[in-house]
């Protein structure tokens, strides 16, 4: 019933309890002092025009649980839907994982450890990316111990051609050790050991 309103719910409770509308309203007229036409509570089921009190008090009344979901399960099942069709499914990496698609390969390198100084950025996943004769790297929001863990890693050549610099390109939050890891040598002809910041700060 869940992708029914709340109006269409309550019409179809009284069916099945073989009570009038006109019943309803008396009740409510009762609980609350307040005059409750028939014809007020038709035109208020029809318009679905309920605060959350009166819903409380109108399944009270009908002997039904009340429940209040801002994404109900009839959403979430089309959400669902959607993610599926799209192949989208979440999935939690825990190890080194290789995935190609369109020429591009990418390397996916997981946190190595089950808890950081840093409580969520250094949770970062790393992807080494490689198009061509090209490299890319892009290194999430990794602070310092996780760059440091990226020094002593043995999964992938630490040198590419081009690094999003971690964490916005904050200085403090960045490693030089890292960022001289990362650069290639010798310069390539026409794209060169570029450094791409991107940054929302000093």
């Not at 050549?157 to 081009?162: C, G, I, S, T």
Request: aromatic residues 6%; charged residues 35%; hydrophobic residues 35%.
């Amino acid at each position: 019933m869940q992708d029914l309103t709340f109006g269409e719910q309550v019409k179809i409770i009284l069916s099945r309890k073989d009570m009038t509308i006109k019943e309803l309203a008396r009740k409510i007229e009762g609980r609350t002092g307040k005059k409750m036409s028939r014809q007020n509570m038709t035109q208020r089921l029809g318009r679905d025009n309920f605060q959350e009190r009166d819903m409380r008090m109108i399944a009270e009344i009908l002997g039904c649980p009340f429940y209040l979901n801002i994404l109900d399960d009839s959403m979430q099942a089309e959400k669902a839907g959607d993610e599926a069709e799209a192949g989208q499914k979440p999935e939690l990496v825990t190890e080194t994982r290789k995935i190609s698609f369109d020429g591009v390969e990418c390397l996916i390198y997981p946190p190595q450890q089950q808890e950081y100084k840093e409580e969520d950025n250094d949770f970062s996943l790393v992807i080494s990316m490689t198009y061509g004769e090209q490299r890319f790297l892009f290194a999430g929001d990794c602070e310092k111990e996780r760059l440091k863990e990226l020094l002593e890693q043995t999964e992938f050549e630490l040198q590419h051609d081009l690094l999003k610099v971690p964490h916005h390109g904050r200085k403090e939050k960045n490693s030089e050790e890292f960022l001289e890891a990362v650069q290639n040598n010798p310069v390539l002809e026409g794209w060169g050991n570029k450094i791409v910041v991107i940054s929302d700060g000093e």
